[in-house]
């Protein structure tokens, strides 16, 4: 897990930090008297999330970053803010990515408290691309399709926040690093325009054979204890992913990784059943190890699959 925390009066040395934990940028202010800049980062390999106060006002010209680099803002107004074809103004309430990972960017951060979460391209592909050779997964828009879908992503994202990476025992985690991960790229495409699920939809998964199925499942079943994502299971299945939600959509009443979610919830409740007494091991634990790194959410989905409480099963093991 990677953290750091930033707090400085000094113009010149808060462009140095800048540029040394985003991209190269320059930055400028023609506000009198303090410009104090702090700066807290949480983060884990594919994901990163900052919290900034600007106590003035400041322009800032910014060179790609290569990273998704979402904005929400606190307090405060972001100005000016522009890339290619792109001009727009920010306040409290918006969440906005800033800039395509492969443009720069440029604007003005007055008197402002806001979040900046980037996360690895990559993630998107992983996601929902399609086969190997795809083109990867690009956003096409820099403001949600609407406030609900805005206050879901900031809701992931504050989660990511205040549950995963205030632990550096679970952040640390590779399941749940990976499912975290995941879950924050799902949850920007279904906030954001993109190329993947905004084209229009074709008879791919018209034809999928209950062979597809069987297989999908098997690897489930295989790699429940391995970071999946659905361009795996895809993958494995031999179909493209979208022919693979609908596939479990139409045969299974479901998606692939809520079908994850499920097998490794049994993997969870076998290990609290097989758990004895002087093993020392907690309800904690063992979900963490299955990928649920929200105790009170594993609780309540045990309790509605198992109906009791996962702690009665490890106590009575």
């Avoid at 702090?38 to 910014?62: C, K, N, Q």
């Avoid at 993997?267 to 299955?290: F, Q």
């Amino acid at each position: 897990m990677e953290s750091l925390t930033f707090d400085s009066d000094d113009l010149d040395v808060t462009e140095e930090f800048l540029s040394h934990a985003y991209a190269r940028m320059r930055i400028a202010s023609g506000t009198p008297g303090s410009h104090r800049a702090r700066i807290r980062r949480s983060g884990i390999p594919s994901v990163s999330v900052d919290e900034l106060a600007l106590d003035f006002e400041m322009e800032y010209s910014v060179t790609p970053l290569g990273r998704i680099c979402l904005c929400v803002v606190h307090e405060g107004t972001v100005r000016d803010h522009n890339f290619q074809g792109v001009e727009d103004s920010f306040g409290p309430g918006d969440v906005v990515l800033f800039a395509p990972p492969d443009l720069p960017y440029a604007g003005r951060i007055c008197d402002a408290r806001y979040n900046i979460t980037m996360l690895d391209p990559a993630l998107l592909s992983q996601v929902a691309g399609g086969p190997d050779g795809s083109p990867p997964v690009r956003l096409t828009g820099h403001r949600p399709r609407s406030e609900a879908a805005a206050r879901h992503l900031h809701r992931t994202i504050a989660h990511l926040r205040d549950t995963v990476l205030v632990d550096p025992e679970i952040a640390d985690q590779p399941l749940i690093a990976a499912t975290a991960g995941q879950h924050l790229a799902a949850s920007v495409l279904a906030a954001f325009p993109n190329t993947a699920l905004d084209e229009p939809e074709g008879a791919d998964g018209d034809g999928v054979r209950p062979a597809v199925l069987r297989r999908a499942l098997a690897y489930i079943d295989d790699h429940a204890d391995q970071p999946v994502t659905v361009a795996d299971i895809a993958a494995a299945a031999h179909v493209t992913v979208r022919a693979l939600q609908y596939a479990f959509r139409r045969h299974l009443d479901t998606t692939p990784l809520a079908q994850l979610r499920r097998v490794r919830l049994a993997h969870a409740h076998h290990d609290l059943v097989a758990a004895g007494p002087g093993d020392g091991v907690t309800v904690t634990e063992i979900a963490a190890r299955w990928g649920f790194h929200h105790p009170g959410r594993f609780a309540s989905l045990y309790r509605s699959t198992y109906r009791r409480a996962p702690h009665r099963t490890l106590s009575d093991g």
